[in-house]
């Protein structure tokens, strides 16, 4: 086995993540990475099989953890009972809000990368799973008051949707914008309060 240049591999990532950034993954060319990295293309195979293996190099591991992380939050809010969940929302605590927040920061190139730079990977939907994981969230409350007989207002899944979107839309402002991190979570902590406010009201309850 042939072995590895650590010192090269590091050079190649910080070439693609500033041609990504750059050009995004549709616009940025192998051989700019290379010549970046003071390497030739052919170099690049040695260790990346294409251009999508050295984008989820730099994004997999911060997309794979943020992802499971808001699903362990989703999967503890829905072992609460009725009553504690109408209480505690939003179900995301201040504590969780926080940790998002902070984790996109100390990740900021990974995740600018997945919410601006990645039309045409597998990645390009990575908002729209967040949203889901949330919508799925949403009906599993509805259902439950339904089933326990509480009334409520009607809402249906179109907006349902369009208000989990508008929550991660928020939330991912901050990178799109490249907002200071202190100012991030400050938005983040109004966010998470309108949010919650308005679920109550759509909802009609108290």
Request: charged fraction near 30%; proline fraction near 3%.
């Amino acid at each position: 086995m042939r072995p590895i240049n650590q010192q090269l591999k590091t050079k190649l990532l910080e070439a693609a993540r500033k041609e990504f950034l750059e050009k995004g993954f549709a616009g940025a060319q192998l051989r700019k990475i290379a010549q970046e990295a003071g390497a030739t293309t052919g170099s690049i195979y040695k260790y990346y099989k294409d251009k999508q293996a050295l984008f989820d190099a730099l994004v997999s591991e911060p997309a794979r953890e943020l992802e499971a992380r808001y699903r362990k939050v989703q999967e503890d809010f829905r072992a609460l009972p009725l009553d504690r969940k109408l209480s505690s929302l939003p179900e995301v605590t201040e504590d969780e809000s926080l940790w998002m927040m902070k984790f996109i920061y100390d990740h900021f190139d990974a995740f600018k990368l997945l919410i601006c730079c990645s039309d045409g990977t597998s990645y390009a939907h990575f908002i729209e799973t967040m949203v889901q994981i949330e919508v799925d969230a949403s009906h599993d409350l509805i259902d439950l008051m339904d089933t326990a007989g509480m009334a409520h207002h009607p809402i249906d899944d179109e907006l349902i949707h369009i208000v989990a979107s508008a929550l991660f839309s928020g939330i991912f402002e901050t990178v799109r914008h490249d907002m200071p991190r202190e100012k991030a979570y400050a938005h983040m902590f109004s966010l998470r309060e309108f949010y919650s406010a308005g679920w109550y009201k759509i909802l009609g309850i108290t």
